[in-house]
């Protein structure tokens, strides 16, 4: 199992660009949600997904969109890079009803 | 909104001493959870605290949940190099069930 993957890890952007960071997991996880990291501010909630076709908002959704149309898969989408959403970038699993969570190895993302 | 707050920001420990890092909620808690984030890493599942009072222990660690379920405690006896990192809690919420993470205490441990 290769557990939860991310790409890119590193990405530098110009303000107003898009990209599209991408989250994979292989253990068959219902429950997948996107995460931000900033210096002394814990980890934030952006998005989060209960399966497939299923997403809802978490603390600091705007300005990022999610889908899931698969189980493997929650891409998280930038429409309009701005420098306010520099930072590192978390996705994470787990089972319905577990409580461990899995945490990607992370997109630090830089916007000028 | 809800709120949880973890102290202290930072500590310095020479090896060999405790460490303790406090998570306070402002409002009640379904469930505690504890993080360690190495530097340059990514947050790792330490465990999960659910019952009123209760508490839990992983080798070295101590976790405490509060009665009242608004704070924990994290304690490290005897703390190791290998104990750096950033410690989160992370609180679920009784309405929403989501997680709510802490600043997170990060332990710097000299050899």
């Known amino acids: 199992n290769a557990g939860v993957t991310q790409t890119p890890k590193f990405q530098v952007l110009k303000t107003g660009q898009s990209m599209t960071l991408q989250c994979a997991q292989d253990?068959?996880?219902?429950?997948m949600s996107w995460y931000r990291q900033d210096p002394g501010m814990g980890l934030r909630l952006i998005h989060y997904?209960?399966?497939?076709?299923?997403?809802d908002q978490g603390e600091v959704p705007n300005g990022y969109n999610v889908s899931r149309s698969t189980t493997e898969d929650f891409p998280l989408r930038l429409l309009s890079a701005a420098p306010s959403q520099t930072s590192v970038y978390f996705c994470?699993?787990?089972?319905?009803?577990?409580?461990?969570?899995?945490f990607g190895p992370g997109t630090r993302l830089t916007v000028t | 909104g809800q709120q949880v707050m973890q102290i202290p920001q930072y500590q310095h420990v020479q090896e060999g001493e405790d460490f303790t890092t406090y998570c306070n909620s402002s409002t009640t808690l379904s469930n505690i959870q504890w993080y360690k984030q190495r530097p340059g890493g990514h947050p790792v599942f330490l465990i999960q605290?659910?019952?009123?009072?209760e508490v839990k222990k992983q080798k070295r660690l101590t976790f405490q949940f509060g009665e009242a379920k608004k704070n924990s405690s994290l304690h490290i006896t005897a703390t190791q190099t290998t104990d750096v990192g950033t410690y989160f809690c992370a609180g679920g919420s009784s309405n929403t069930g989501k997680l709510i993470f802490g600043q997170g205490t990060t332990l710097q441990v000299k050899p």
């Open positions: 994470a699993s787990r089972m319905q009803g577990a409580s461990e969570q899995y």
């Open positions: 605290l659910v019952k009123s009072g």
């Open positions: 253990m068959n996880h219902e429950y």
């Open positions: 997904s209960v399966g497939a076709g299923i997403t």
